[in-house]
Every structure is written in structure tokens, then in C-alpha cells.
Nanobody, 125 residues
Framework: VQLQASGGGLVQTGGSLRLSCVASGRTSSGTTVAWFRQAPGKERNFVAAMFRRGSSILYADSVKGRLTISRDNAKNTVFLQMNSLGPEDTAVYYC???????????????????WGQGTLVTVSS
């Protein structure tokens, strides 16, 4: 599975961006896709996930109500709609995929086998 993330950029506080993650290769209905982010000098943290093509959707507490994960199965693409952005959202955003992660481990970055290259989101104050 290859993942290609895009859509990052510079936005002012309160603005919006939509990230895309296009998957190619062997994906299936059992594939879980997630977004993680890594701010400068910090660890890579969980943002949102769509478990097994939508049977469950999970968010980090810090993004609930502002970020929304969705997918277009026909295009093999997962989106992350980001609204009401603040400087604390500045990070490199990565999409990740796994066909074997279990629900209780979805927030754990080591559970993911495949990673995109990351896309930088910068929110100016």
C-alpha cells in the first residue's frame, strides 16, 4: 500500500484546510486509515481514524468538533477536513494505514504499517 498525503499549507487562525490521502495498492474493506501529526520537537500523535472503512470513527480529544475524517471509496481517498484552526494545530500531518490494527490500538502509531510522506500545516496567529 502506498499513501500520498496532500493539502497542507499556511492558514490564519480560525481558517480551514482539507487534507487528502490517496491510497494505492492492496487496500480492502478491512483497512484502517488514520491521521497523525507531529509538531516541531514533539512526538507524532494521533489525530483521527476511520476503523475498517468506517465501522468506527475516532478522534483525539483536542480536535473533536473541529476536524472531520471522511473517505471516498471510489477514489480510494481519505480526507481530513480541518476547521477553526489554531496555532496549536501547526504540525506535519501524516496519513497511515493498517489492515491488522485492532480497535483498542487505533490511536497507537506503532500499529500502522504504511505511512504517507506528510504534509505541513502552518497556522499563523
Amino acid at each position: 500500500v502506498q499513501l500520498q498525503a496532500s493539502g497542507g499549507g499556511l492558514v490564519q487562525t480560525g481558517g480551514s484546510l482539507r487534507l487528502s490521502c490517496v491510497a494505492s495498492g492492496r487496500t480492502s474493506s478491512g483497512t484502517t486509515v488514520a491521521w497523525f501529526r507531529q509538531a516541531p520537537g514533539k512526538e507524532r500523535n494521533f489525530v483521527a481514524a476511520m476503523f475498517r472503512r468506517g465501522s468506527s470513527i475516532l478522534y483525539a480529544d483536542s480536535v473533536k468538533g473541529r476536524l472531520t475524517i471522511s473517505r471516498d471509496n471510489a477514489k480510494n481517498t481519505v480526507f481530513l477536513q480541518m476547521n477553526s484552526l489554531g496555532p496549536e494545530d501547526t504540525a506535519v500531518y501524516y496519513c497511515a494505514a493498517s489492515s491488522s490494527v485492532i480497535l483498542s490500538n487505533v490511536r497507537n502509531r506503532v500499529a500502522y504499517t504504511y505511512w504517507g510522506q506528510g504534509t505541513l500545516v502552518t497556522v499563523s496567529s
